[in-house]
């Protein structure tokens, strides 16, 4: 099992979304779409364990309260290894310190965070691309490149088995 601490999108981010993955599938690009068990949803993860205990990771989620709803501002597409391309967020010193507390949060019960969620080496993103040759990168950029900027708001926020798209959704957004 991997879970995610997720923050998801309003339905006017989600569609929107949703609409650059299909953009990107009609090119023959694979996106979160049809990517494994082909429950994905539009969001941006706070942490991704690699090894953790459900229910100590549901219970710290549920006392982090919530923080309110809050936009992410997209000015780009970036990169990550294995063609995997994502539309980038600002890292304002808020969702910083937001990412932060829930790290530590759900450190705190045991859990391994990977290594790119670590406070001070995560970048917010909202996953694009599952995996593209580098040479089919430049129509991932003529896709999304047309749409931006473009503000995202997260007014939600859940746990998700990654394995299988479970969702636990949570009372707040942390």
């Known amino acids: 099992m991997a879970l995610a601490l997720c923050l998801l999108l309003d339905p006017a981010s989600d569609r929107l979304v949703r609409a650059l993955w299909r953009r990107l599938e009609e090119q023959g690009v694979p996106t979160l779409l049809t990517h494994t068990h082909g429950r994905h949803v539009p969001h941006l993860s706070y942490a991704v364990l690699l090894a953790a205990e459900q229910e100590a990771v549901l219970s710290a989620a549920a006392r982090l309260g919530d923080e309110g709803p809050l936009e992410v501002a997209v000015q780009g597409v970036v990169v990550?290894?294995?063609?995997?391309?994502?539309?980038?967020?600002?890292?304002?010193?808020?969702?910083a310190t937001r990412q932060a507390r829930v790290v530590e949060a759900l450190r705190a019960t045991g859990a391994v965070v990977h290594r790119h969620y670590e406070p001070g080496?995560?970048?917010?993103?909202?996953?694009?691309?599952?995996?593209?040759?580098?040479?089919?990168?430049?129509?991932?950029?003529?896709?999304?490149?047309?749409?931006?900027?473009?503000?995202?708001?997260?007014?939600?926020?859940?746990?998700?088995?990654?394995?299988?798209?479970?969702?636990?959704?949570?009372?707040?957004?942390?």
């Open 80 to 95: 990550f290894p294995r063609g995997r391309a994502a539309l980038a967020g600002s890292a304002t010193a808020a969702l």
């Open 121 to 174: 080496h995560w970048m917010p993103h909202v996953s694009l691309t599952t995996g593209v040759a580098g040479a089919r990168l430049p129509s991932v950029v003529d896709a999304v490149s047309d749409r931006l900027p473009l503000t995202l708001r997260c007014d939600r926020a859940a746990v998700i088995d990654t394995t299988d798209g479970t969702t636990w959704g949570l009372d707040g957004v942390p």
